[in-house]
């Protein structure tokens, strides 16, 4: 499909593509010939641009295609995005480099690095690729993770008080990034309390 060949589809063209991919399982007859024929282009908006659906991880856009994306799983992963990891974390700290978090991640990107640093054995690639970069929403705008706070359910409240404190974004993230206490303190966020008094 020469159309899809181009970066020039508009979300709700890819949305389309997804649809019409879904329609076609839905009815029993095999999307193949028309997945391989849109499979080698770049037209998947990713963090790193417009790519093809098979390129290794950059992440797909969800500011751009929105929540509707995630309506379309199966679809994406007949494409050849990979929508599961099934247990390869590592995967994703291989190819994980610097410049892919050099901008603003979005809540489902931030989470996903950190369930990889959260399995994987080898954490210094996560790390080295987060630690220096505005990447993580609070209150404040997005700053370094050395720059932010987890606000703590107990006390936490006492950092509220104070302006100075860049709290996470909890309303962007979701209560799901409190679950990752450990990895976040791993890439330089102040999780405890005490630590967060001493710069009051």
């Given at each position: ?8 589809l508009?979300g ?5 593509i ?13 999307p ?7 499979k ?23 500011f ?23 247990g ?12 892919a ?10 989470c ?9 054995k ?5 790390v ?18 050395s720059?932010?706070?987890l ?6 409240c ?16 979701g209560?799901?990034i ?23």
């Amino acid at each position: 499909m020469s159309i899809a060949a181009s970066s020039n589809l508009t979300g709700d063209s890819v949305l389309s593509i997804l649809k019409f991919i879904k329609f076609l399982r839905a009815k029993l007859i095999s999307p193949a010939e028309f997945i391989k024929s849109i499979k080698g282009g770049q037209w998947l908006r990713t963090s790193q641009g417009d790519r093809s659906p098979v390129s290794n991880i950059p992440f797909i856009d969800e500011f751009y295609y929105g929540t509707n994306l995630n309506c379309y799983k199966k679809e994406l992963e007949l494409i050849g995005v990979k929508v599961k990891f099934n247990g390869n974390y590592q995967l994703v700290g291989d190819n994980l480099n610097s410049s892919a978090c050099s901008s603003s991640l979005t809540p489902g990107a931030l989470c996903l690095i950190l369930e990889c640093l959260r399995q994987s054995k080898s954490t210094d690639k996560f790390v080295y690729a987060l630690k220096d970069k505005e990447c993580i929403k609070t209150h404040a705008g997005f700053k370094t993770p050395s720059e932010c706070y987890l606000l703590d359910s107990e006390r936490g409240c006492l950092l509220q008080v104070f302006s100075c404190f860049p709290l996470i974004d909890e309303n962007f993230y979701g209560s799901k990034i409190l679950s990752f206490k450990d990895e976040l303190e791993q890439i330089g966020v102040v999780v405890d309390f005490g630590e967060a008094s001493k710069k009051i």
